[in-house]
Every structure is written in C-alpha cells, then in structure tokens.
C-alpha cells in the first residue's frame, strides 16, 4: 500500500517545495522595488515588508498554475481533443447556414441597434474599438499577408489626421472631401516608406519603419509653423450630415455609423483582396521571397502596394479620429500606438479578419472595462498581453488556411485557380 | 574648439551607454533572432535598484567609490536576475511559435515592467545620488569633459574588451557562438541551448544595467520611463553597426552617440532623434545588413 501511496507523495512534495522555491526566487526579486520606497527629499527610506509577504503568498499558488497550464501546453493530450471541439464549432458556425444566418442577423442587428441601448461614453469607446479595427485590418495587409513588419504604422495614421486637421483649418475643407485625400496621402507615404526599404528585410524592416514613424511625429512636434507644434490643432469640424444641426450626442451616433459603415468597407475589401491576384502574391512574397521571384511575381510593385494600401486605411482612420476628437496633436502617435496595433494583428491572430476584429475588442475594451483597477490597469493589460502570447501563440482566432480540394463540387473553382494563376 | 572637443565627448559617452545596452540586443537577437524590447526596462531597473541600493547604503554609512561598486553590484546582480527570469516567463514557452509572437510577448513584457515600477516606486523624476566624486587629475580639461564621462567611457572599453574574449576564448562563449550559427547542430554536439540562451540574457541585462548606472550617475535624475527610449536608441544602434555582431553594436552606438550630439550642437536639439534614425535610414539603403553585418545570400 505505502509503495503505491509514496510516488504520488512523492511528486507532490516536490511540486511544493518547487513552488516554495519559486515563490522565494520572486521574493528576492521584487524585494528592492517593492519593499524598499526612497523619498528623495527627506533622504528616508520607508520599509513595506507586508509586500514581499503578500507577493510570497501570491506566487505560491500561482506557480502551480503556471505549470499545470504548461504542462497541459506540452503534452497537448487534453487540449488536442478542445481543438478539434473548437475547430468542430468553428466549421460548423462557419459553414451551416442555419446557425451563421440568424447569429450573423442577431449581431447585425445588436451592432445596429447599439447606440441606442448604451450610452454616450460607450459609444465612444465603440467608436475606438472599430477605429482599432481598422487599423487592424489595414496593418494586416502589409504584416499578416505581406510579411513585413512594420513598427511605425502610426506615421500613415497621423498623416491622416494632420491631412484632415490642416486642410480643415486653412480652407475650411469637411470631413467627406477630406477622407479620400487623406487616405491618399497616407497612401503616398507608404510608397515614400516602401522605396528605401524595398531591400531590407525582417528585423531591419522593422528598426527603419519605426524610425520613420518617429520621424514623423517628431517633425510633427518641432515644425510649428507648419503643424503648430505640441499644442496640436483644436477646433477640427465634425462630419457634415446634410447641413442638419446635431447636438453633441447625436454626433456620436453619426460617427458611430460613419465607423460602422467604413468597418464594413474594409471587411469587404480586404477579403476581396486577400483572394485576389494580388493577395496572393502578398502570401507568396511572406512564405518564400525567392520561390516568388522566380515565378514572375514583381517584387517591388508587390510589396509598394502592400504598403500603400495598409496605409490608405491608416489615412481614413486618422481622418476619423481628427473629426471625432476635434483636437489632435503628436503625443496621440506615439510608437506605444503602433505596438498596440502590431499586438491586435498578432494576438488576435495573423491573417485572420475575425481574428482582428477580436484582437482589437481585447485590446480596446479591456483597457476601458479595467478602469475599475484604475492604475493596475496598464499592468494587466502587459501582463496579459503576455499571458495569451504565452499559452495561445498562434494568436486567439487561428486563421483558416484555405484548401482547394479535388472533386466535382469544388471544380468550377479549380478551374477559377487554374485561370487565374496562368493569366 | 573647446565646443567641438565637447561635442565630441559627449558623443562619445552617450554613444558608450548607447554601446553597453545594444550590446544585450545584439547577443540576444545573435542567438535567438528576438528584438527583446524588454531590454530598456531591464536599464531601467539596474538604474532603479543601484538608487535604491545607494540609498540604503548611504544609511549604513557607507560612501565613496565603495558605495558606487557595491550598488552598481547589486544592480548588476538584480538585472541580470530579472533578465532571467523574464526569459523563462515570456520567451522560452515561444520558443517554437511563429516569429512575431515572442515580439508581442517582449511588448507586453515592456508595458508590464514599466508599471510595475511606476506603482511600487513613483511616477516623478528621481534624483539620483551622485556616487562619484570630480577626479584631481581631471581639473584642468573638466570644461570639456568630466569625471563621469570619462568613468562611463572608460567602463564601456573594459567591457567591451571583457566580453569579446569571454566569447572569443570561453567554453561558454563558443558554445553561444555555435549556438547562434545553428542552433540544431549545436543540439547534436551536446551543447545544452536552454543554459546558453539563459546565460546571454543573463549577461545582456547585466551589462544594460552598468549602463543604467553609469548614464544615472551621470544624469542624476531617472524615472520609470527611461528605459523605453534608450531601449529604442540602443537597438538603432546594434542595427545601424548590423545585429548580431558585437564590435558593430560598439560602432554603431558610437556613431549614434556622435550624430546625436553633433546634430544637437551644431543644428537644433529639437531634431536629435530625426538626424539619428535619419542616418539609420540612410545607412541601411547603402548597407542593407548594417555597417559590419555580413550580408547572408539565401540558399535555394
């Protein structure tokens, strides 16, 4: 009886005394940061030992978790049997009518009928989750199908902005001639971005668009006489809606549908260009740059459209958000602004549209809804941030690589194949 | 002349810290290709802890040159502890996963790290102790450079030269090398990857946090955020010298230091950093892999 009893006895006190450890490793870690609080005026020094106690008593559990989840990552024995019950719902709310008919009309009607159920303020917040969604789906284009990173995606974002914010002030121009030119010239940027890149690769890609990036908000900051400097530009006129004089929170509305309407826009367009000639050079160009140039595929044109039409979305948005703050000025584009974007391709899932729409959900709300925690808020929002990269790094939504199959149903599109990569 | 010679020295000990941290970069991305944005929190947690460490210190009674090694000690020690561990939380598990994932983790480690300072310690500028003394022999060129410079310089070549053998000579330092050149390979000979991969983290954060001290000592002031910018400047500078390769960390903060001190004397300090990722760009047109990074031809 004892020999069945003692392995099971065994494994547990190590498991304990391996959490003691770890639990005492981060003891000694924080121990300066957290216990030890200098007030530099009166050259004192204030002791909070109740701290290291609770991070003490915080780790120990949690270290168990840590490696009950790691555990289960690695050997994957239960979790191959969740995947394929996720990718079971998945297909299955993907393919059958039925069920993604009326779920796709009870959401449209929810996302419709929102405005009017929730407040002004959550509106708001809406409003910036579906301009983060954009702009998901526009960095998309050029990191989860082209395969270039880029670090300074905020530039193309200020460009509209500015586009939008300086047209405004000078000449009195509105939001809706506004939009296309600043979508334009934020494509013009991308091209201007993309020329001297055009031979960099991965990481020095990435260092180069970053900089670029900082360039930009910097000249922003600096040049007064053209972009008014850190004081930024007020009194940006809101959206025009047929002359009609609406109140601040009818605005809203308005820009909410304006959003929704561009959201759409861009799911449209996006899924159309992932699936055309086009789009399937920018994922030839990501899997195997050579493969791809020896199949005639023209490297340079790929990649500048890659990076003009990312940009172009970035220029409607940062259109959208000068006519929603009415105030803009360069602190609103920093480089964290990119990484936050970056994170909402990556973590809601590379390549995958309903991937980013989650991602930048996750990313937007959680912020917004954690204003609970008030200043642990930008804590959890790092930690997390780690969190999912750690135990689902292929982001939440796995994107559907998509199978051509052989068979009579799926011919016609075989031969649409066949069409289409010959022409 | 005098303002040239300024200048000059400026440069030069900026671009050391420059150096000191890009040094971390550029090892870690050799072995396992990850910009590890966390890097600069690292700094910034060396600069913190040697305040901290200063601080209690000074209450014992202690002072001087001794007060400086045994903080600058204890910052080095709980750096590279924290780079450790850091490695272990959010890289390792990501060792197999698509390329950008461990990047977004290093981001969110980043965001983590900042707060986790801010809370615990404050969100104001800290003044910081001033650890050395002006040297004697120092008087007579003090206007144009001093004494901390020159210790920051001085450190940086000790350094530099330490770590070139160490990896040039030590068992250690060959198996990093082999590991950076191909990893499986390594495997097969016996090399143990995860000990390699933990060792140059450790050193990396190590070296970033004698930077943290040196540029605090300097500077007197730090606050949570440090580390973010010098973060970014210093990864300009492994890939402006082309990553991978430590004397070209070592150049390549050096010429960032330069322009940035030069563009800040000569032409306007508002556009320091335009100048500095203006010459990245610009050099990264000419030389696609970096003033000293070899150029790799893709094998079809």
Redesign the interface.
Same mark, same amino acid.
């Given at each position: 009886m004892t020999a069945q009893i003692s392995p099971f006895i065994r494994r547990a006190v190590s498991e304990v005394v391996q959490s003691l450890l770890v639990s005492c490793?981060f003891m /000694? %870690?924080?121990f =300066?940061?957290?216990v030890? !609080?200098?007030n =530099?005026l009166e050259?004192t020094?204030d002791w909070q030992w109740m701290?290291l106690v609770w991070i003490g008593v915080a780790v120990f559990p949690l270290s168990f978790v840590w490696r009950y989840l790691?555990r289960r !990552?690695e050997h994957g024995g239960a979790q191959d049997g969740e995947e394929s019950w996720q990718k079971r719902v998945g297909d299955r709310l993907r393919t059958d009518r039925k069920i993604s008919g009326p779920l796709l009309a009870l959401l449209a009607v929810f996302v419709v009928a929102f405005p009017f159920m929730f407040s002004s303020y959550q509106t708001q917040i809406m409003i910036s989750a579906l301009m983060y969604v954009m702009l998901g789906l526009g960095l998309n284009i050029v990191?989860g199908l082209a395969g270039l *990173?880029d670090l300074g995606y905020v530039a193309f974002y200020a460009v509209g902005a500015y586009s939008y914010a300086l047209l405004n002030h000078h000449f009195g121009l509105g939001f809706w001639p506004a939009l296309p030119l600043g979508a334009g010239l934020a494509a013009v940027f991308g091209i201007l971005l993309g020329f =001297?890149?055009l031979? *960099?690769?991965g990481?020095?890609l &990435?260092? #180069?668009t +970053?900089? /670029?990036g900082?360039?930009i908000r %910097?000249?922003l900051?600096?040049w007064n006489a053209f972009s008014f400097g850190p004081s930024g530009i007020a009194g940006i006129s809101r959206p025009w809606f047929f002359g009609a004089d609406l109140s601040l929170g009818q605005h809203t509305v308005f820009l909410y549908f304006i959003v929704l309407i561009l959201v759409g826009f861009t799911i449209l367009v996006v899924n159309r260009l992932r699936n055309s000639r086009i789009g399937r050079a920018w994922i030839a160009l990501r899997e195997d740059? #050579?493969?791809c140039q020896a199949m005639g595929i023209d490297k340079t044109r790929t990649k500048l459209t890659a990076f003009a039409l990312g940009a172009t979305w970035a220029g409607f948005v940062g259109c959208v958000f000068a006519a929603k703050t009415t105030f803009i000025n360069p602190a609103s584009f920093t /480089?964290m602004e990119s990484?936050i974007i +970056?994170?909402i391709v990556? %973590?809601g899932g590379?390549g995958s549209i309903i991937g980013v729409i989650v991602g930048a959900m996750v990313l937007i709300l959680l912020p917004e809804y954690l204003r609970a925690f008030s200043?642990?808020r930008?804590?959890v /929002?790092? &930690?997390?941030?780690?969190l999912i990269?750690?135990f689902r =790094?292929?982001g939440i939504i796995t994107g559907v690589k998509q199978h051509y199959r052989f068979g009579q149903k799926e011919s016609a599109q075989e031969q649409g194949e066949r069409d289409a990569a010959s022409a | 002349m005098d303002y040239f010679l300024e200048l000059f020295f400026g440069g030069l000990t900026r671009g050391s810290i420059y150096a000191l941290i890009a040094l971390g970069y550029t090892m870690v991305y050799g072995i396992i290709e990850l910009i590890n944005f966390a890097h600069g929190e690292i700094y910034m947690i060396g600069a913190f802890t040697a305040l901290i460490a200063a601080s209690a210190l000074s209450l014992l009674g202690l002072n001087g040159p001794a007060l400086l090694i045994l903080a600058g000690l204890i910052a080095v020690i709980y750096s590279a502890a924290y780079g450790y561990t850091i490695e272990k939380i959010a890289y390792k598990p990501l060792r197999k996963a698509q390329r950008l994932s461990p990047l977004i983790s290093a981001i969110g480690m980043s965001i983590f790290l900042q707060n986790y300072v801010l809370l615990a310690q404050t969100s104001d500028f800290l003044s910081f102790p001033t650890l050395v003394d002006e040297f004697a022999f120092m008087e007579p060129v003090s206007h144009i450079m001093r004494s901390s410079e020159l210790l920051i310089v001085a450190t940086t070549l000790v350094c530099t030269v330490l770590l070139t053998l160490f990896i040039k000579f030590s068992r250690t330092g060959k198996a990093m090398r082999a590991t950076a050149q191909d990893k499986t390979m390594a495997m097969l000979l016996g090399i143990n990857i995860n000990r390699v991969i933990s060792v140059t983290f450790i050193i990396g954060s190590g070296l970033a946090a004698i930077g943290g001290v040196l540029i605090s000592n300097h500077i007197g002031q730090i606050n949570f955020y440090i580390g973010f910018i010098a973060g970014i400047k210093a990864f300009t500078a492994a890939v402006l010298g082309g990553i991978g390769s430590i004397p070209g960390a070592v150049l390549g903060g050096l010429i960032l230091g330069w322009t940035e001190s030069f563009a800040t004397g000569y032409v306007s300090s508002d556009y320091e950093d335009v100048f500095a990722f203006g010459l990245l760009v610009f050099i990264l047109i000419f030389r696609p892999a970096g003033i000293l990074g070899r150029s790799s031809t893709d094998k079809v």
């Open positions: 490793w /000694f %870690l924080t =300066p940061i957290m030890i !609080k200098v =530099p050259r020094i701290r790691m !990552k990191v *990173l =001297p890149v031979r *960099l690769r990481d020095y &990435a260092i #180069v +970053l900089g /670029f900082e360039i %910097l000249v900051e600096n740059e #050579v493969a /480089f990484a +970056l994170s990556v %973590l590379m200043e642990y930008m804590l /929002f790092g &930690a997390s941030m780690v990269m750690v =790094p292929q | -």
